[in-house]
């Protein structure tokens, strides 16, 4: 029974240090976005900078590593649960979120009513993350909000938001490279890599991926949150 105890109170110390660590990294991020690096502020002593980035550095792995094991939980309302309390993730009502998943920054991604995230997805949230309502994820869709621009001599990143309308469908092994707009209804086929913006209703496939048609522009569906009861 103590030991018990002991793992609980062991677990709810680990969720409340989470939950200040992914809050910090929120308003670091923001910070960054308003002062583009003259944080270092000559205020602060090199040392004290150094101390601060060694923290932070660790935060973020233990961060990453948690949810890597988050995403290993079988059931959807409980990781459900923990990215929104916890981690600050944004989720409207009745959204599925399967198993498998690897998330980065949850608190700078925002889900809508109804969307349906599929399994092994992976979401780099670093720059923003906005996906609209009743929207549907395949198996293994990798969004990016960052990379390496292979032609900077430091090899420095380079990044930006990415947007999904209303009711798009991303099928299966999609990948979204940073700051792409994918347009309401707009479907994206198996295996694409979406490197501009898709228009509303049009659908998308290939390497990199070009409009091969057009969807029926009358929707009305929408997902009410069932989901299969699988991890």
Same mark, same amino acid.
């Given at each position: 029974?103590? %030991?018990?105890?002991?793992?609980? /109170?062991?677990?709810?110390?680990?969720?409340?240090?989470t939950? !200040?660590? *992914?809050?910090?990294? $929120? $308003?670091?991020?923001?910070?960054?976005?308003?002062?583009?690096?003259? &944080?270092? *502020? &000559?205020?602060?002593?090199?040392?004290? $900078? #150094?101390? +601060?980035? &060694?923290?932070?550095?660790? +935060?973020?792995?233990?961060?990453?590593?948690?949810?890597? /094991?988050?995403?290993?939980?079988?059931? =959807?309302?409980?990781? @459900?649960? %923990? /990215?929104? =309390?916890i981690?600050? +993730?944004? %989720?409207?009502?009745?959204?599925v979120?399967?198993?498998?998943?690897?998330?980065?920054?949850?608190?700078?991604?925002?889900i809508?009513?109804? *969307?349906?995230?599929?399994?092994?997805?992976?979401?780099?949230?670093?720059?923003?993350?906005? !996906?609209?309502?009743h929207? @549907?994820?395949?198996?293994? &869709?990798?969004?990016?909000?960052?990379?390496?621009?292979?032609q900077?001599?430091?090899?420095?990143?380079?990044?930006?938001?990415?947007e !999904?309308?209303?009711?798009?469908?991303? *099928?299966?092994? #999609?990948? %979204?490279?940073?700051?792409?707009?994918?347009?309401?209804?707009?479907?994206?086929?198996?295996?694409?890599?979406?490197?501009?913006?898709?228009?509303?209703?049009?659908?998308?496939?290939?390497?990199?991926?070009?409009?091969?048609?057009?969807? @029926?522009?009358? /929707?009305?569906?929408?997902?009410?949150?069932? =989901?299969?009861?699988?991890?």
């Open positions: 029974m103590l %030991i018990a105890g002991a793992f609980i /109170l062991a677990i709810l110390l680990n969720l409340t240090v939950g !200040i660590a *992914s809050r910090v990294a $929120r $308003r670091r991020y923001l910070r960054r976005k308003e002062v583009a690096d003259c &944080v270092s *502020s &000559v205020t602060q002593s090199a040392i004290n $900078r #150094t101390f +601060m980035k &060694v923290v932070a550095d660790y +935060m973020d792995s233990l961060i990453r590593y948690q949810l890597r /094991l988050l995403g290993c939980v079988p059931s =959807h309302r409980i990781r @459900n649960l %923990i /990215l929104s =309390h981690y600050g +993730m944004r %989720i409207g009502k009745n959204v979120i399967y198993g498998g998943f690897e998330i980065r920054s949850p608190w700078n991604i925002c809508g009513e109804g *969307s349906i995230i599929g399994d092994e997805s992976k979401l780099d949230g670093r720059n923003e993350i906005v !996906i609209g309502k929207v @549907n994820f395949s198996t293994g &869709v990798w969004i990016w909000t960052e990379q390496h621009d292979f900077s001599q430091s090899f420095a990143c380079k990044g930006g938001k990415v !999904i309308g209303d009711r798009a469908w991303i *099928s299966a092994r #999609t990948i %979204i490279l940073p700051g792409r707009k994918i347009g309401e209804g707009s479907v994206v086929a198996a295996g694409a890599v979406v490197a501009k913006d898709t228009e509303p209703y049009g659908v998308y496939g290939g390497v990199p991926a070009k409009k091969i048609g057009e969807r @029926n522009q009358n /929707l009305e569906y929408s997902f009410d949150g069932e =989901h299969q009861h699988f991890f």
